[in-house]
Nanobody, 119 residues
Framework: QVQLVESGGGFVHAGGSLILSCAAS????????MCWYRQAPGKQRELVAE???????NYVDSVKGRFNISRDNAKNTVYLQMNSLEPEETADYYC?????????????WGQGTQVTVSS
């Protein structure tokens, strides 16, 4: 049984910062790419940032220079530092990870954490 548990969401004023965390637990052999997605009300879920096991990152253009994704492989945890948050970034933020339990990697989602940015 594998679980991804997010934390760190909350309420912040525009221009503020939050740090999201997502910890994977269970009988895990290894974790490949870890990602953060977000879904605003009435909109499709979008990829915000991703990081592979080697630390190579990729960001959606709208967050480049403001968000930073990182991971601690020893703790099976991924982080998302979000700076200069904008009201339009109010959304549920989801952690996603490709986790290898045996020979085949499987995709897992966290339950989501809400981020509210007030203007």
């Amino acid at each position: 049984q594998v679980q991804l548990v997010e934390s760190g969401g909350g309420f912040v004023h525009a221009g503020g910062s939050l740090i999201l965390s997502c910890a994977a637990s269970g009988t895990i052999f290894s974790i490949n790419t870890m990602c953060w997605y977000r879904q605003a009300p009435g909109k499709q879920r979008e990829l915000v940032a991703e990081i592979n096991r080697g630390g190579i990152t990729n960001y959606v253009d709208s967050v480049k220079g403001r968000f930073n994704i990182s991971r601690d492989n020893a703790k099976n945890t991924v982080y998302l530092q979000m700076n200069s948050l904008e009201p339009e970034e109010t959304a549920d933020y989801y952690c996603n990870a490709e986790i290898r339990l045996g020979n085949v990697p499987l995709n897992y989602w966290g339950q989501g954490t809400q981020v509210t940015v007030s203007s």
